[in-house]
């Protein structure tokens, strides 16, 4: 018998399978089986370790996940890495170039972010008979795949209006806000998945399934949006999104791996429309809409 | 990964809230639980649980799904516990010095197969106590590491990644970490007896 004693800390590393290597386990082992004191000593060890185990944790219930998602959703639209986060974090010098001449046509993109985010819900005050009767014509318009004028609806804007008149504006506006906050978040995720693959590596074989699948997504979302938009007057934003829904159609049902020239093809056609940066800058204008500071980068332009 | 998981990772990436709320309600009991073991409280442990999905929301576009879903939230959740843990006054809990009160003579003993107590242990509540005393005396890193290795049966090489630690200094942490448990604990776990045991562990004074 071995008559030097374990240590606790060999008898703690023994217990856990940390001793070393196997020779070294193997004689820890064989010491315990022939030395009574060391045994007692690992038996006192264990049944401290055994009281640790009665620790009961709480259980939080089922509803917990619930409650905790309900808890962080506020933050995480100010948590996710939106418009500010990405606008400041570098890109590659391509995007930035590309960025940079697209400003002239971009200039089309601020139109329409100023047509959405801007004075347009104060113009949008239908006079008291127009009311239904534009409520009821955009309706018959989206069935019919045309698309009312803001100039027509201007048009129709009286200088004073009774309450009614004025509810039917504020609902007007309550639309035109849900739709805006709709939209930019559809738009946010779409210039996520369209960033990922135009900055994905190149190589002889590039596999987009990921951002195909998510395309593909998109695609079905992007219609219901573009239909809404037609559906409430907003030609400019249904036109940003029949934008969008070309290039998110032409990765969805492009194939899912791709050889570096075919890579190269849709990448540039993508930065080529521009829509990265027309998303972004619609973004802008909602957040400045909403009077969130706007992201504040150097980068634009 | 588990094939939800990995789907609504996916979706998540994307934007999909929805999607991040399917990963959030189907881990966060687990997130929460080794967030109370690794804080001893039920406000701490909900508020690393919350900090917790708020940080794999902002980082979910770096999981790279080397790792499961549950592994990635669980490392973030230890990251977070251990932050918390520094920040926070080290404190007590009940004190240790007055023994148990309501302990048997003799302490208590375990079961033949030393894995459940006998019925006769009708002081549960004092146990709890002791328990959560004890590691309460534990140092953040000390803390973290039995729980991870004892609790969570993680590798040493996780825990001294988590802890930024070589597995040297990792084996120290726990063999520490056991050492204060087991003095905290020697009133409620060892009988009188003489021994070796007995010599070292009776009368235990508690380290600051």
């Known amino acids: 018998m071995n008559l030097n004693h374990l240590t606790e800390e060999q008898l703690v590393l023994h217990h856990y399978g940390d001793a070393g290597d196997e020779a070294e386990a193997a004689s820890v082992a064989g010491h315990l089986r022939e030395c009574p004191a060391c045994q007692a000593e690992l038996d006192g060890l264990l049944r401290a ?14 509803s917990y996940g619930a409650r905790v998602f309900a808890r962080i959703q506020p933050s995480l639209a100010k948590g996710w890495p939106g418009w500010r986060d990405r606008l400041a974090s570098p890109k590659p010098g391509w995007i930035l170039a590309g960025r940079r001449w697209a ?15 801007g004075d347009r819900v104060a113009h949008r005050q239908p006079a008291p008979a127009a009311v239904p009767q534009a409520a009821q014509r ?9 698309t009312p004028t803001g100039a027509e609806e201007r048009g129709s804007t009286a200088p004073a209006e009774p309450a009614s008149a004025v509810a039917a504006a504020d609902r007007e506006r309550v639309r035109a806000g ?9 738009l946010e995720r779409s210039e996520v998945a369209l960033s990922e693959l135009v900055n994905s590596p190149r190589g002889p074989e590039v596999d987009i399934s990921e951002e195909r699948g998510r ?67 619609f973004g802008e204008r909602v957040r400045e809409a ?5 992201a504040g980068s150097g980068l634009r332009g | 990964m588990d094939d939800h998981d990995a789907h609504d990772v996916a979706q998540a990436r994307a934007g999909s809230e929805l999607a991040f709320r399917r990963l959030v309600e189907r881990h966060a009991r687990g997130v929460f639980q080794l967030a109370f073991r690794l804080t001893g409280s039920e406000p701490d442990a909900d508020d690393v649980v919350q900090e917790t999905f708020l940080k794999a929301y ?66 549960g509540a004092e146990i709890q106590g002791r328990v959560r005393a004890a590691l309460d005396l534990l140092t953040p890193t000390e803390r973290t590491a039995f729980v991870l290795r004892h609790f969570e049966g993680r590798s040493l090489e996780e825990i001294g990644e988590a802890l930024g630690l070589r597995t040297g ?13 087991r003095r905290a604990l020697a009133p409620l776990v060892d009988p009188a007896t003489p021994g070796k045991a007995e010599q070292e562990l009776r009368p235990f004074q508690v380290q600051p």
């Not at chain 2, 063999?175 to 448990?181: L, P, S």
């Open chain 2, 169 to 181: 200094a990792t084996k120290h942490s726990i063999f520490r970490a056991v050492q204060k448990m």
């Open chain 2, 58 to 123: 902002r980082e979910l576009k770096r999981f790279e799904a080397r790792s499961s879903f549950r592994t990635w939230v669980h490392r973030i959740t230890v990251n977070c516990a251990y932050d918390m843990l520094r920040q926070r006054p080290r404190h007590r809990g009940e004190s240790l010095d007055a023994g148990p009160a309501n302990a048997p003579a003799g302490g208590i003993e375990l079961e033949a197969d030393g894995t459940s107590w006998p019925d006769r242990l009708a002081f």
């Open chain 1, 138 to 146: 955009r309706g018959t318009e989206a069935q019919a795949g045309t």
């Open chain 1, 215 to 281: 395309a593909r997504d998109l695609v079905a979302e992007n219609r219901l949006y573009r239909q809404t938009a037609l559906a409430a007057g907003e030609p400019a934003v249904a036109g940003l999104l029949d934008d969008l829904e070309r290039a998110l159609v032409e990765v969805a049902n492009g194939p899912s791996r791709m050889n570096e020239a075919e890579f190269d093809r849709v990448r540039r056609r993508i930065v080529q429309q521009d829509i990265l940066f027309k998303i972004r800058v």
């Open chain 1, 290 to 294: 909403e009077g969130r500071p706007a």
């Open chain 1, 178 to 186: 849900v739709l805006l906050v709709a939209v930019s978040g559809h």
């Open chain 1, 49 to 62: 370790l055994s009281a640790a185990n009665q620790l009961a944790v709480p259980d939080p219930g089922e």
């Open chain 1, 103 to 117: 400003w002239a046509g971009g200039a089309a993109a601020l139109v329409v972010a100023a047509f959405v985010a």
